[in-house]
């Protein structure tokens, strides 16, 4: 029997705390893959791309994901897909997810977290957030870096005027007219669009800052400039992908410019920022064990509440 989860089964199962917790012992069981993930992307004869992340493993679940994403910029919502979990012993389809809504959790929250360990810790709780692109990505980020200790005064930026007004009232910031104005105002800096060219370069950020971009996550997609990603700290979730299609490859860094991966500053193989003038990047790219971290919670929770539809594909 599969069990189908919707939007709204998801948000009813799933929790902030609990996915971050998951996602930082994912995080540190990732140093040595039993299989390496894979992303696969193409381009459409349509006016959007389609991407797959392959597969979802992590240590102790005996179960995998396979994801297929549809991105159409142009679109509302933008990102529609879903999200296959199966069972480790047999392949039995377990469960069909929605994709937007564990992504963005799973985006968003392991973006709070990597903004957490890296931003200056004595900024903890009370360093002003630039938001740049109010989206669901952004939205799972802010109540993330609240579960985790907070932040001080929100500016908000999006294309979308309207969208950057209800996000600011969400969440009690205010909104502000472009991203070099949020960079000016704010300490710690959180990107999440669809561009095509650099929203900031190194003379926008003062010392002492921390950025997470989220919108290079595919070839031509651009939010930093090279002289930004060459100065700072880059930390990056996974060193191969994000140096082939990640924001390092994006601008033309080479693989030499990663200074770490997340897993390594949690492990404590990197000291991550060390300075409190340093300036620090967060660029992930998006690993497919991380579905699986909030697909298996959502699934179990469902399980044990009975939410969700039950359906016999093979009948």
Not at 160 to 182: I, L, M, N, Y
Not at 205 to 231: F, Q, S, V, Y
Not at 246 to 260: E, K, N, Q, R
Not at 274 to 294: F, K, M, N
Request: proline share 5%; hydrophobic share 50%.
């Amino acid at each position: 029997m599969t069990r189908i989860l919707s939007r709204g089964d998801l948000l009813a199962v799933l929790s902030p705390g609990a996915c971050l917790d998951l996602l930082r012992e994912g995080f540190r069981a990732d140093g040595d893959p039993a299989v390496a993930g894979r992303r696969i992307r193409t381009d459409l004869p349509f006016a959007g791309t389609a991407t797959a992340l392959i597969p979802g493993l992590l240590p102790g679940i005996d179960a995998y994901t396979v994801k297929v994403n549809a991105k159409f910029p142009g679109a509302r919502p933008a990102l529609r897909g879903v999200i296959a979990l199966h069972s480790g012993r047999d392949g039995e389809l377990l469960a069909l997810l929605d994709s937007a809504t564990v992504t963005a959790w799973r985006t968003g929250l392991a973006a709070a977290l990597g903004t957490h360990l890296l931003a200056v810790p004595d900024l903890s709780g009370t360093a002003a957030l630039g938001v740049i692109g109010a989206g669901a990505q952004a939205e799972l980020m802010v109540r993330g870096l609240a579960e985790l200790g907070g932040r001080g005064e929100l500016l908000v930026c999006d294309s979308d005027p309207e969208r950057a007004a209800d996000f600011a009232a969400r969440h009690g910031g205010r909104v502000v007219g472009s991203a070099a104005e949020a960079a000016a105002r704010a300490t710690v800096l959180l990107l999440a669009t669809w561009s095509r060219e650099p929203l900031l370069a190194l003379a926008d950020i003062g010392p002492g800052r921390h950025l997470t971009t989220l919108g290079a996550d595919e070839p031509g997609k651009r939010e930093l400039a090279a002289d930004l990603l060459a100065t700072a700290l880059l930390v990056v979730d996974d060193r191969d992908l994000a140096a082939s299609g990640g924001a390092p490859a994006t601008a033309g860094l080479p693989a030499t410019a990663i200074d770490a991966t997340l897993g390594e500053v949690l492990r404590g193989r990197h000291p991550g920022r060390t300075a409190a003038d340093q300036i620090t990047v967060y660029a992930p790219v998006g690993l497919p064990w991380q579905d699986l971290a909030v697909a298996w919670a959502a699934y179990r929770e469902a399980e044990r509440r009975g939410l969700g539809t039950v359906v016999d594909l093979l009948a």
